[in-house]
């Protein structure tokens, strides 16, 4: 009997210690990857990749750009029928900017940028000759008008 207590109790109290061969294996595993890690994102760093942008084209495009710029009746300013700026803003510095670029994107590829100001009936006159000039500041000459009934 007293035997069995003996293997009873060094089987309960049997500390196993610090295990130290686990801990390596681990630590190892973690090294392998960030080394596999850091050689991949060198390769990719060295990828010569280039960006998409405007490019200049060597012969004419037969087809027009067209933008169409909406005027509403309380003056808010759309440019295919997406809002820009506030309509108390008088100097449109985000439709000046599109405008720019689209005029840069048109020029670059030759083709026409064609510009149609659709205006409401009841649009403030001024909000038109504001219009007009963030159009001259872009470059665009070749601009049309009509009248809508609403958007």
Do not use: C, W
Not at 17 to 22: E, K, L, N, S, V
Not at 64 to 73: A, M, N, R, S, Y
Not at 89 to 110: G, H, V, Y
Request: charged share 20%.
């Amino acid at each position: 009997m007293s035997r069995h207590r003996r293997h009873h109790r060094a089987r309960s109290s049997g500390d196993l210690g610090f295990q130290i061969a686990p801990m390596i294996d681990v630590v190892f595993v973690i090294l392998v990857f960030f080394m596999s890690l850091t050689s991949t994102v060198k390769i990719e760093a060295e990828l010569n990749t280039k960006l998409p942008g405007t490019t200049v084209t060597s012969a004419a495009v037969e087809f027009p750009d067209e933008q169409t710029i909406g005027i509403e009746h309380n003056g808010q300013v759309l440019l295919n029928e997406d809002l820009f700026d506030n309509p108390g803003d008088p100097s449109l510095p985000r439709l000046t900017n599109a405008l720019l670029r689209l005029k840069e994107n048109a020029d670059a590829s030759k083709t026409l940028l064609l510009v149609t100001i659709a205006s409401d009936p009841k649009a403030p006159y001024h909000r038109t000759i504001e219009v007009l000039n963030a159009l001259a500041v872009a470059g665009v000459a070749n601009v049309t008008f009509t009248v809508s009934d609403g958007f």
